[in-house]
């Protein structure tokens, strides 16, 4: 059969096999879920599907579009398959009673209807009636998986992550899994793992969108706003009307703008107040107090607008005096000159060396590289000349690339910049 004209989803459709339910599951989930997609299936549906005459095929083409009455009336009720198929339309509108039965008439010609009676009668909330149902199982991804629903249905964690993990192990590609994995370990608290399951789910194909918002939702509480944004247009690229992502987008726009002028704030307030302290607050020698004071330099403020050549140009200011004040501003991340307009910082030749390093010596995460690379940046010198709030803002980064950029180019003795603040 020709399959090259069909949309990719409906490929199962066209093979020499009737697709799996599983197959028709999925179909439906990307009909709803992807709008491009559901317009291709739609009109698929109406021209009829190439070289295809067999009514249960086009019956599971109209159940994932939601034409529920459409596909009755294709269906064959005499027919295994066909019960099979009418039990996932009454699971589909929770008339579960009628879907147990419909899968029992076909679980004896179609094993797969077994596993699909377990998930009704979970969907109803039938755990016993699960349990002895799924006792008929055998053993395998589907078992593990619907074991796990059945353990997270009677509030055992820890037992259910067990069970999903095997399904998972047993089919990576099980995005189900992945993403009730990550759903109970999200809930438990353990953030970064349920961001590496949502992850898989993420970059499934098609995508597992749930996991997708779910995702932005964990990085937004993160404080990881552009993470957050890029997940729930990833949602919205594939349906621009689902509600739910355009709300949280919206939201996490506002927050993003809000925590950056707080952030902002507090290390203006900061530098601020450090700008202000006096220079007699610290530990420093007589004798380096008296130079600064003939020098006019009263502040930490006035302190970071000299610089270094500047302050042993006058007299008696030697290198002893020099190095004590040097150590001071140090210990607080702190250097002569910092705030003066038009200066460029002196660097040795070693230090140039660093700084023209390619920034892949930096050996970063795939998280963090794509970073730099959407900025343009290739050398540490050019990484260097961002701040933490410039990267932090930048596409795809967030708190935890700033953090990993940071011990990076700290281990070649390099800081990220912090947002200058003119006073």
């Known amino acids: 059969m020709p399959t090259a004209t069909l949309p990719r989803s409906a490929q199962p459709l066209a093979g020499a096999e009737r697709p799996t339910l599983a197959q028709v599951r999925v179909l439906r989930r990307v009909a709803t879920q992807d709008v491009e997609e559901r317009n291709k299936l739609q009109a698929l549906l109406t021209d009829g599907i190439p070289g295809v005459k067999d009514k249960w095929r086009t019956a599971a083409l109209a159940f994932a579009l939601g034409k529920f009455s459409d596909a009755e009336e294709l269906i064959d009720a005499k027919e295994p398959a066909g019960q099979a198929l009418l039990g996932l339309i009454n699971a589909e509108l929770g008339e579960y009673g009628d879907a147990k039965v419909n899968f029992l008439a076909a679980a004896k010609s179609v094993p797969e209807a077994k596993g699909e009676l377990v998930r009704a009668l979970l969907d109803a909330g039938e755990d016993d009636a699960a349990e002895k149902a799924l006792a008929g199982l055998p053993e395998g991804v589907e078992r593990d998986f619907l074991n796990g629903r059945l353990l997270e249905s009677r509030s055992q964690i820890e037992a259910a992550i067990k069970a999903y993990e095997a399904a998972l192990e047993a089919d990576p590609q099980n995005v189900e899994a992945a993403f009730k994995i990550g759903v109970l370990l999200d809930r438990i608290g353990d953030d970064d793992l349920a961001a590496e399951h949502y992850l898989v789910c993420a970059d499934a194909t098609p995508p597992y969108l749930p996991a997708v918002t779910n995702l932005g939702i964990l990085y937004e509480e993160r404080g990881e706003s552009n993470a957050a944004l890029d997940c729930f247009r990833q949602v919205l690229a ?56 003939k020098m006019n330099i009263f502040t930490l403020g006035d302190l970071l607008r000299i610089t270094e050549q500047e302050m042993l140009s006058y007299k008696n200011f030697g290198e002893t005096s020099l190095k004590e004040v040097k150590e001071m ?12 307009e038009g200066d460029e910082r002196s660097i040795s030749k070693a230090d140039q060396k660093i700084l023209g390093e390619s920034v892949e010596k930096l050996e970063l995460s795939t998280k963090s590289a794509p970073v ?14 961002y701040t933490d709030l410039d990267l932090y803002r930048a596409p795809g980064s967030g708190q935890s690339v700033v953090q990993e950029l940071a011990t990076a180019l700290g281990a070649y003795g390099v800081a990220v910049r912090k947002p200058e603040i003119k006073l």
């Open 372 to 385: 730099l690379e959407n900025l343009g940046v290739s050398r540490i010198g050019d990484l260097a000349q």
């Open 329 to 340: 501003l140090a210990a607080r991340n702190l250097r002569l000159g910092m705030f003066r």
């Open 238 to 293: 594939y349906n621009p009307r689902d509600r739910r992502a355009l709300t949280l987008l919206r939201d996490a726009k506002a927050s993003r703008t809000m925590y950056y002028d707080e952030r902002e704030e507090r290390e203006r307030e900061r530098m601020e107040k450090i700008m202000r302290t006096s220079v007699n607050d610290f530990e420093l020698s007589v004798r380096s107090r008296n130079c600064l004071a």
